[in-house]
C-alpha cells in the first residue's frame, strides 16, 4: 500500500539513484509481492502446508516426520536452561506471535475498528457468543461424562486467515461490508478462545511464578503510561512474561495477547501537529543545502534526515506499526509452520468407520459446523429481530448463513485447543484433529457454495452508485480534480 502511494509522487528536481540490477529484481519480485499482499494467499497457503503434512504424515518420511517434531531443542546461560521439543517450541513459541498479533488485532478494532461502534458491534458480538456457546454444547451432547469430554473448547474456534481467504477468492460477488462483519466476528471468536484456553486449559499453577507474572504485567502497563514508544521495551518485558507464565502453568501464549494490550494505540502526533513538523524540516532542510551536498558529507542535512524519520514513526501508533510489520511473517511463516507441525495425522483417521464415528469426531463436526450454523445466524436473528443491531449493508441472512458455514473453519485454533486438551493422549488427539479437519473441509466448501450464489445484482448496483458519487465529488463533476 504505502509502495503505491509513493509511486504516485514525481520526482520533479534532482537524481534518482539505481542499483544496476535493481529494475530486474523489483521485475522478478513484482509477482510474489502481489501474491504476499492478496487476502487469499495465506489461506492458500495454509491448505497446501495442511495437505503437505497430511502427506508427509502418510508417507515414508513419516519417522523422520515424528523425530523432527520430537527433536529437544535447548537454550542454555550457565546453569540456567530451557528445554523443550521442536514440537513443544512451535506450539508454545512460535504460537506466541500469533497471539500477540491477535492481541494488537483486538485492541485495535474496540479502539477503532467495526466493533468500536455500538451499532456495528452488536451483531458480530452476539454472533461470536452465539458461535462459541451453541458448538460447545452440541459437541458436550454427544462427549459428556466421558474421558473426551475436556475437548468441548476444540469446536469454539475460527480460523480468520481460512475463513476470510475463503470469502476473498469470491471477489466482488460478496459486499464488503460482509467481510468486515466475518472479521469482527472471528476477533471476538479469538478473545473467546484466549479466555478458554487461559481459564479452563491451564493445568495447575506456580503461585510465586504468578505473582511475578503480575509484576511484568504492571510493568508493561508502566511503559505505557511513561510514554515509551519504541517496541523492543514492550517485546523484552514480553519474553520475560512468556518465560514466567511457562513457569507458572498457565499458558505461555498469553504472553502475546498481554504484550499486545499494553503496548500504546495512541501516536504522539496527530496529522495537523505532523504536517506542520514536516514542513518546519523541509524548510531547514532546505536553508542547510548547498549545490553539489550529499547527505552522507552533511552533518546538517544528516540530522534533519533523521528527525524526519523520528517524525514519521512518532505520526503512527506503536501499535500500527506492530501490526503491520507482523501480519506477513506471522501469515506465511507462523502459521503455515503450525499447520506443517500440527495436521500430520494418518489418513486411516478418516478412512475407517470407527475412528470417524466416535464421539469425540462426531462432536468436533457437529460442533464446527452445525453448532457454529445454528448459533451465528439465531444470535444474529434475534440481536437484528430486537433492534440491536444492524445487518452488514446490503447483506441478507443468505450471507449470513455462508458466513456462519465459513466460521466453521476452526483449523489453527481449533487444532491449538486439541494439542491443550489432549496433551500426551495421541489417539484422542488424532480423532480430535481428524474432526477439526474434516469440519473445516465441510464447512469451507458449504460457505464458499452458499455466499457464491448469494444475491450480487443490489449490492453491486449500490456499490457502483457510491463510486461514481465519489468520483464526481472528487472531480467537481467536471473531470477535473478538485485542489
Known amino acids: 500500500m504505502a509502495n503505491k502511494v509513493l509511486s504516485k509522487f514525481r520526482v520533479r528536481k534532482g537524481k534518482v539513484f539505481e542499483a544496476p540490477l535493481e529494475n530486474a529484481l523489483g521485475r522478478l519480485m513484482t509477482p510474489f509481492d502481489e501474491f504476499i499482499h492478496r487476502q487469499s494467499s495465506s489461506g492458500v497457503l495454509l491448505m497446501i502446508c495442511a495437505v503437505t503434512a497430511l502427506v508427509i504424515a502418510n508417507s515414508a518420511w513419516q519417522a523422520g516426520y515424528a523425530h ?5 531443542v535447548s537454550y542454555n546461560f550457565g546453569d540456567w536452561s530451557l528445554s523443550m521439543s521442536f514440537h513443544h517450541w512451535i506450539n508454545d513459541g512460535l504460537m506466541a506471535i500469533f497471539f500477540l498479533l491477535v492481541g494488537l488485532e483486538l485492541k485495535r478494532e474496540f479502539l477503532v475498528g467495526e466493533l468500536s461502534e455500538r451499532k456495528h458491534a452488536v451483531l458480530p458480538v452476539m454472533a461470536a457468543i452465539g458461535g462459541m456457546v451453541v458448538p460447545a454444547l452440541i459437541f458436550s451432547m454427544f462427549n459428556a461424562g466421558t474421558p473426551t ?11 480468520i486467515a481460512f475463513a476470510v481467504g475463503c470469502i476473498a477468492i469470491l471477489g466482488n ?23 478458554v484456553i487461559a481459564i479452563w486449559y491451564t493445568e495447575s499453577v506456580n503461585m ?20 515509551v514508544r519504541h517496541s523492543a521495551a514492550y517485546i523484552f518485558v514480553g519474553i520475560l512474561l512468556w518465560y514466567d507464565l511457562h513457569i507458572t502453568g498457565v499458558h505461555a501464549t498469553l504472553a502475546g495477547v498481554i504484550t499486545a494490550m499494553a503496548i500504546p494505540a ?7 501537529a505532523f504536517s506542520s513538523f514536516v514542513k518546519d524540516i523541509i524548510r531547514s532542510f532546505d536553508r542547510s543545502f548547498r549545490p553539489g551536498d550529499k547527505i552522507i558529507a552533511n552533518d546538517a542535512l544528516r540530522a534533519r534526515v533523521s528527525a524526519l524519520d523520528n517524525g514519521v514513526h512518532l505520526v503512527q501508533s506503536p501499535l500500527q506499526r506492530m501490526e503491520t510489520r507482523l501480519h506477513i511473517p506471522v501469515a506465511f511463516i507462523v502459521v503455515p509452520i503450525f499447520a506443517l507441525a500440527n ?15 466416535n464421539p469425540l469426531t462426531i462432536g468436533v463436526i457437529c460442533g464446527l459446523v452445525f453448532g457454529k450454523l445454528i448459533g451465528i445466524v439465531g444470535a444474529t436473528w434475534i440481536g437484528w429481530k430486537l433492534g ?4 452488514p449493508k446490503h447483506s441478507t441472512f443468505h450471507h449470513i448463513i455462508g458466513v456462519a458455514l465459513l466460521g466453521g473453519i476452526g483449523f489453527t485454533m481449533s487444532i491449538f485447543i486439541s494439542e491443550l486438551a489432549f496433551a500426551g493422549q495421541n489417539e484422542m488427539l488424532i480423532q480430535a484433529k481428524a474432526g477439526v479437519l474434516l469440519a473445516s473441509l465441510i464447512a469451507g466448501i458449504s460457505g464458499f457454495l452458499i455466499l457464491r450464489r448469494a444475491p450480487i445484482e443490489e449490492s453491486v448496483k449500490n456499490d457502483e452508485v457510491e463510486v461514481v458519487a465519489e468520483a464526481e465529488l472528487s472531480t467537481g463533476g467536471n473531470g477535473r480534480k478538485l485542489p
Open 149 to 159: 469430554e475436556r475437548g468441548w473448547g476444540i469446536p469454539m474456534a475460527t480460523d
Open 343 to 357: 495436521a500430520g495425522i494418518p489418513v486411516d483417521s478418516f478412512t475407517s468407520a470407527e475412528a470417524v464415528l
Open 68 to 72: 523432527l517434531l520430537h527433536l529437544p
Open 208 to 227: 510465586i511464578a504468578l505473582m511475578g507474572a503480575f509484576l511484568l504485567t504492571a510493568i508493561l502497563w508502566l511503559l505505557n503510561l511513561a510514554g
Open 266 to 272: 495512541r501516536p504522539k502526533y496527530d496529522p495537523v
Open 173 to 195: 460477488r460478496v459486499p464488503r461490508a460482509v467481510v468486515t462483519f466475518l472479521v469482527a466476528l472471528a476477533i471476538v471468536d479469538d478473545l473467546g478462545a484466549i479466555l
Open 388 to 391: 440491536w443491531g444492524e445487518l
